[in-house]
């Protein structure tokens, strides 16, 4: 049977198609109308699934939106109202557009869509929760959903066992770290929802100074729960709201989107990043003793935050865990899904998860674009590419290599990946100067063979999907400087002959020739703009930036 999952509304919208056991596509909206993160209805990402599967919309036996909005106007939008009237009132708006946004969605899949089959409204975190578990390979784990908000939990522990999975126990609106990063974000001159990465990034080149000034904001109550102090914060009176003035006057004022970062800035990034890893922390705590499982499963927007995943990484307190590639809201679909698959299947699994389910190279127009721009470039066709883009690399060029279908979620991982040398000291500055267009402070991450991973990264199991931070081993920090952040840390994903065949080749080739089974690996993207997502959006980009060759398929494209 055909379910289709979708995230419909608010940021990162997308669609996911399954069949049984087996995702047949997925990808984010974005991809398709270049709007990064982009909350349109994901109209596109639904042809897309469709079309890979040779369907029609009436073929789809059940359709998973990964959101109750009636759960949510009963718990968050009335108890909001009641707990803080009369300054609720301000959020009128908000609830207006909730009340609206089912009946929406109805319209648009059943007369818009013409699409007659059963629609399902379901919750945001146990979509979450599906989209995890359901594609890792445990029987048996505990479940960790962290994000800003869904109806009303915004954090969330599972157990799970033999396909189906139950909630322990749950963080409630608005105490939420996902909407503290957020607004901090924010606060600190950038974009939220966009660009809590960059955070991420930025506190290592700052100190913790206002950690205990967090932790009172932030007081731990239990073992796992925490308390905001709302005085701090505007969100549980208006979505998107800024600081407010208290904020301002403990911690200064926020900083334009222009203004030059100064130390405070990143002292603060800092302070946010530690008190984030301790809530994680504590959650994987209780995770781990509410159940003794070796396994851990964890998604949701937080879940994106690599350096509070390596905390619980490397505190080492499960034997293996799994994090959802698409961690964020686009990975909902996926979740309402499986969500719904896992109600007709008996101990539920989707078979051999990988997260390459987007666009594959139209090969059609791959052919189109050489003989549009013969002339303007240099196209061939080497016996292997492999060992070509090999050599390319350990000449210090920058590659772009675009193969096979592309990655579902916001990490390139092999498929639409800009390649360099791990080796030149100069090349972290010069990509984000040069190729990315983004601050100079963002660390690059390494792709690893696996086989050889743990000579350079101290880390104790697979990880593939470039979303825990481990510390670098200190005899080899000099030998990959352009992949080793400030911290003496990188954001690694390893790499199996198993897990992308083509990508693990390519790496083979550059350890034969430097003797480093690493390729520093960023997306095929520059700041600002979605991953690429077809072979002409590829060639705009290989050149209008300082990237110097690119592979697509079995081509090699030079300027």
Known sequence: MYILGIKAFGHDTSACLIKDRKIIAASSQERFDRIKHSSAFPFDAINFCLDTASIKINNISEIGVSYNYTEAILRLYFLRALLYFPLSLFNLKDFNKILTTRSKILKILQINLKFKGKISFLDHHDCHAASAYYCSSFSKSAIITNDGRGEWATARIYIAENGKFQKYDQINYPNSIGLVYENITNYLGFIRNCDEGKIMGL???????????????????????????????????????????????????????????????????????????????????????????????????????????????????????????????????????????????????????????????????????????????????????????????????????????????????????ILADPRDPKMKDYLNKKVKFREEFRPFAPAVLYKYSRSFFKLYSQIPYMIITVDVEKKNVNKIPAVVHVDNTARVQTVTEKNNKKFYNLIMEFYKLTSVPILLNTSFNIKGEPIVNSVEQALNCFLKTGIDIMYINEFRFEK
């Open 203 to 417: 506190a290592p080149y700052g100190k913790p100074i206002y950690y205990k000034k967090f932790s009172k904001i932030i007081n731990i109550v239990n073992k796992w729960k925490y308390k905001l102090d709302l005085s701090y914060f505007n969100h549980h009176l208006k979505e998107q709201s800024m600081l407010p003035d208290k904020f301002i006057k403990e911690f200064g004022k926020p900083r334009s989107k222009n203004q030059k970062l100064t130390t405070r800035h990143k002292d603060i990034a800092s302070s946010l990043q530690k008190i984030t890893d301790d809530v994680c922390l504590l959650a994987a705590d209780k995770a781990k003793d509410i159940r003794k499982d070796k396994y851990l499963c964890i998604a949701g927007g937080v879940g994106l935050n690599a350096v509070s995943n390596g905390a619980i990484y490397n505190k080492k307190l499960f034997k293996s865990i799994f994090i959802q590639p698409a961690s964020g809201d686009d990975g909902t679909s996926l979740g309402a899904a499986t969500l719904i698959a896992s109600r007709y299947f008996k101990n539920y699994k989707i078979n051999d998860f990988s997260p390459y389910l987007g666009k594959n190279v139209e090969k059609d127009k791959l052919i189109t674009i050489i003989n549009k721009n013969k002339g303007r470039i240099n196209v061939s066709k080497p016996i292997n590419i492999f060992k070509s883009a090999s050599v390319d690399l350990s000449r210090r060029k920058i590659v772009a290599w675009y193969q096979g279908r592309a990655e579902f979620g916001p990490r390139a991982l092999g498929n639409r990946s």
